[in-house]
């Protein structure tokens, strides 16, 4: 089937969605690109996967650049779709502030899942802050309604103000590995408030052991400095290049899951992604009219003797009139 065009509408969508829940991939792949385009033909992919949405348990994993992050999905989602889930990965890449473009480059670190059977689909940030597209959110109820469980985000990395993954996400984990740097700039980046669980990569080098050490030190701090946290969270030991820790952090992936389950934690976490979504699509909504009407004829111009707040504040009264 190929993509459906503008005109074709919501009928074509609703062939493509039920032909993914049959386990069609490439009509999965093909909503997926809808989704990534934008527009209206995103909207009615939104509309008709909504009713199938919420079975899929949504893992973010975040860290680093060279950490280990896609070694480790390539090693996690391996061993699950080997042991009978049907995992799929969203791969978040960033892109470049001046042509737009995006390696995408996963699918080569990722050799292994896909030849497991893991579904791997690769998108661009596409400059969004936060390291997250604007559609990864889409792409990610795409994937939970073709019935693929757990959809593990892997995103660009962590930072000041990367940390989206939070509202993406049930279970983040985020990684780290030796010679991370130091536990207080860490601590700035975010680290504890997105952490549910934490792998500290490339153990079997040295200073693993003291990547460790770090890690518990923040995570004892944090309750000195009065952070509220679900749960401590766990610390997980692995070499993903060779497999070691990986079990482990599935059995750890696992117990969160069930944890979440046992109370209202797991519906509000839920409940905090839908409001993040609705608020990023406002937002977007919001820009593209301001763009409109910053490039609008009729629009007074800007004056030199106002202050950009000034104009700012007088555009808003205008767009929200």
Same mark, same amino acid.
């Given at each position: 089937?190929?993509?459906?065009?503008?005109? /074709?509408?919501?009928?074509?969508?609703?062939?493509?969605?039920?032909?993914?829940?049959? *386990?069609?991939?490439? /009509? %999965?792949?093909?909503?997926?690109?809808?989704?990534?385009?934008?527009?209206? =033909?995103?909207?009615?992919?939104?509309?008709?996967?909504? #009713?199938?949405?919420?079975? /899929?348990?949504?893992?973010?994993? %975040?860290?680093?650049? *060279?950490?280990?992050? !896609?070694?480790? %999905?390539?090693?996690? %989602?391996?061993?699950?779709?080997?042991?009978?889930?049907?995992? #799929?990965?969203?791969?978040v890449d960033p892109s470049s502030p001046l042509t737009g473009g995006a390696i995408l480059g996963d699918r080569v670190r990722m050799n292994g899942a896909s030849d497991a059977g893991v579904f791997i689909r690769s998108m661009a940030t596409r400059g969004h802050a936060g390291g997250l597209a604007l559609a990864a959110s889409g792409a990610v109820r795409v994937l939970d309604a073709a *019935?693929?469980?757990?959809?593990?985000?892997?995103?660009?990395?962590?930072?000041?103000v990367e940390v989206d993954v939070t509202d993406a996400a049930d279970t983040t984990i985020v990684v780290v590995a030796p010679g991370w740097g130091d536990a207080v700039q860490a601590n700035k980046a975010g680290l504890l408030e997105v952490a549910d669980l934490f792998v500290v990569n490339k153990a $079997?080098?040295?200073? @693993?052991? $003291?990547?460790?050490?770090?890690?518990?030190?923040? =995570?004892?701090?944090?309750t000195v400095t009065g952070r509220a946290g679900f749960e401590r969270p766990s610390i997980t030991m692995t070499t993903a290049t060779e497999g070691d820790g990986i079990g482990e952090l599935a059995t750890a992936v696992a117990g969160h899951l069930d944890l979440l389950s046992q109370g209202v934690e797991l519906d509000r976490r839920r409940e905090k992604r839908r409001i993040a979504e609705v608020r990023a699509h406002?937002?977007? =909504?919001?820009?593209?009219? /301001?763009?409109?009407?910053? @490039?609008?004829?009729?629009?007074?111009?800007?004056?030199? !003797?106002? !202050?950009?707040?000034?104009?700012?504040?007088?555009? #808003?009264?205008?767009?929200? $009139?």
């Open positions: 089937m190929e993509s459906p065009e503008p005109e /074709a509408g919501l009928s074509a969508v609703v062939e493509l969605a039920e032909a993914s829940r049959s *386990g069609d991939r490439r /009509a %999965t792949a093909r909503l997926l690109s809808l989704v990534e385009r934008g527009g209206a =033909l995103a909207d009615e992919v939104a509309s008709a996967t909504q #009713a199938h949405v919420g079975g /899929a348990h949504v893992v973010g994993i %975040t860290g680093a650049p *060279g950490s280990g992050k !896609s070694t480790i %999905t390539n090693s996690l %989602t391996t061993l699950l779709s080997e042991a009978g889930q049907q995992p #799929a990965v969203l791969a *019935g693929f469980d757990p959809v593990v985000i892997e995103t660009v990395g962590v930072g000041q $079997d080098r040295p200073g @693993a052991t $003291d990547a460790r050490r770090d890690l518990e030190l923040m =995570l004892d701090l944090s406002l937002e977007h =909504l919001l820009v593209g009219a /301001a763009d409109e009407m910053l @490039a609008s004829e009729g629009l007074q111009p800007v004056r030199a !003797s106002e !202050s950009p707040m000034m104009v700012a504040r007088r555009l #808003a009264g205008q767009l929200l $009139d």
